[in-house]
């Protein structure tokens, strides 16, 4: 009797034991963040190498394949660099950046956003700011060596007089080409400072800054509508290919012609109008992405070309009646 009191007494010990251990397991991995963020260093002078790295959880992975989307946004909220990276074996990622450039002129604090599908993280540092640049000192000539004055004995002395330094002027340097904002020289051209997705060169020229309402809306739909799904990642990758191959070409050539800026801004506007209605729906998912993708799409096709051609038959059937 009593080895049988003793033997339910052990198993219900090791029912309850067992039974809180899942839960153990369980609370332990659930403290693990669905996506993680961090630095090598928190504070980061000029030409730095800024080390981003991560992990993804396993139970946050998405069904298909997709990268890892990092940018860094400088204090005014504006991308200073943007980079895609795959996931390893680990579920991890890692990406190294190189502080400097004409994006990164202000010291302060600069945010690194991280995103994995519908996942978010970020974290933040700190810039030292650009050294400035100190002009090279011109090294002074040496004053040529005054001759004495030569006495002749007459009856008034004849005293000759110092030269005059002679004074060399400089050669003026040549101007160097500017380039638009956005955009560096590159072999005597003017091209997109990064293509991994900075800013819209064409819109920002026509409006004349990057903080103009419209180009910050061109920014904000693409990185919180069309960023945020697989399938409008891969259109913006392959879309940054094309756009940045003629875009500098034509912001400086809007910098240059005011009429052709007021042309592309009449030109723009079927377009940012069209592009509100992203606004009023919900891109939650990949089929949704595509379908009012293609939409637009094809609306656009409809205004910039369809409607035009259409038009121009109309009217030569009219002059061919008359």
């Known amino acids: 009797m009593k080895i049988a009191a003793t033997g339910a007494i052990l198993l219900l010990t090791f029912s309850i034991l067992s039974f809180g251990m899942p839960n153990l397991a369980s609370a332990q991995s659930s403290s693990q963040p669905p996506l993680s963020v961090e630095t090598n260093e928190n504070i980061y002078a000029e030409n730095s190498n800024i080390t981003v790295s991560g992990v993804v959880k396993e139970s946050s992975l998405a069904e298909y394949n997709q990268p890892v989307t990092i940018r860094i946004l400088n204090p005014d909220g504006n991308i200073v660099t943007i980079d895609q990276k795959n996931l390893d074996s680990n579920n991890?990622?890692?990406?190294?950046?190189?502080?400097?450039g004409p994006l990164w002129k202000s010291g302060g604090e600069y945010i690194i956003l991280v995103q994995y599908g519908a996942q978010k993280a970020e974290t933040t540092i700190t810039y030292a700011g650009g050294s400035a640049q100190t002009s090279i000192p011109v090294p002074t000539p040496k004053p040529e060596p005054v001759p004495e004055p030569v006495v002749v004995e007459e009856p008034e002395p004849v005293v000759v007089e110092e030269p005059e330094p002679v004074v060399v002027a400089e050669p003026e340097p040549e101007p160097e080409p500017l380039c638009?904002?956005?955009?560096?020289?590159k072999d005597g051209k003017c091209v997109a400072e990064q293509s991994g997705g900075g800013g819209c060169l064409?819109?920002?020229?026509?409006?004349?800054?990057?903080?103009?309402?419209?180009?910050?809306?061109?920014r904000e739909l693409r990185d919180g509508k069309v960023m945020s799904t697989e399938s409008g990642t891969a259109f913006m990758t392959g879309f940054n290919q094309f756009y940045?191959?003629?875009?500098?070409?034509?912001?400086?050539?809007e910098r240059e012609n005011p009429v052709f800026k007021e042309a592309v801004k009449v030109t723009l506007t079927p377009l940012l109008t069209s592009l509100t209605l992203l606004n009023y729906v919900?891109?939650?998912?990949?089929q949704e992405m595509l379908g009012y993708g293609i939409?637009?799409?094809?609306?656009?096709?409809?205004?910039?070309?369809?409607l035009p051609a259409a038009a121009i038959i109309a009217i030569k059937n009219r002059i061919k009646r008359n």
């Open 180 to 185: 638009g904002e956005g955009t560096v020289m």
């Open 92 to 100: 991890s990622y890692t990406s190294t950046f190189v502080t400097g």
């Open 295 to 306: 939409g637009i799409i094809l609306l656009n096709i409809g205004m910039y070309f369809v």
């Open 282 to 286: 919900d891109l939650d998912s990949e």
């Open 244 to 253: 940045y191959s003629f875009s500098p070409a034509v912001a400086d050539y």
């Open 202 to 218: 064409i819109a920002t020229a026509a409006f004349d800054s990057e903080m103009a309402p419209q180009v910050q809306f061109l």
